[in-house]
């Protein structure tokens, strides 16, 4: 029943656009900045956890598994960040094929984690150089939608990414998340391990 209803609201949602021939703006149509001021925690309390500096806590935060995250993080040391090409965002519109954008978008997303769960983990910095140039790729990036999405959202109807459109799918929310992330951890001047 419930997959019936999501599957509604989207399909309703493309449909009203659709017919209305303008964008929603479901959340900025609704809320104002008035109301994030008022509703959003300004301090970090609703972060569960520690700050990057306090290893105490890292270390038995991530006691169980530490051996496998630097393992992973050792192994994105030498990544090659992989450049998803217009024409692998073309191939969805000409074959059907969503894999040949997914894929490498994919592989990005994975080192790139590992790398932050890595530094996380260790706490020595051998992991920084590698997270700048994979946050580097991505912030490249036209977007971070995927191929398959595309076509829905944009009146080109195309899964080419088309220019001063804004599609936030699932994928691309991750990726903010990700890079969020990296931005909350090592994101301050105050972090010794960031070279200048």
Known sequence: MRIYLILFFFLSSLS??????????LLTGTFKQEDLKLNLSRDKSWVPYPSYSDRK???????????????KGDKALDYQWQVVKATDYLEYERSGNRGMMEKPMNENCTALTNLLLAELAEGKGRYIDQILNGTWHMTEMSTWSLSAHLPAFQ??????????????????????????WIHYFFGTPSIPSIRK
């Open 16 to 25: 009203f656009q659709g017919l209305l021939g303008k964008e929603l703006k």
């Open 57 to 71: 806590a890292w270390d038995q935060l991530i006691a169980p598994f530490r051996e496998e995250v630097i393992a």
């Open 155 to 180: 009146s080109s109807k195309r899964s080419l990414p088309q220019e001063r459109t804004h599609v936030i799918d699932l994928m691309a929310g991750d990726v903010g998340s990700l890079l969020s």
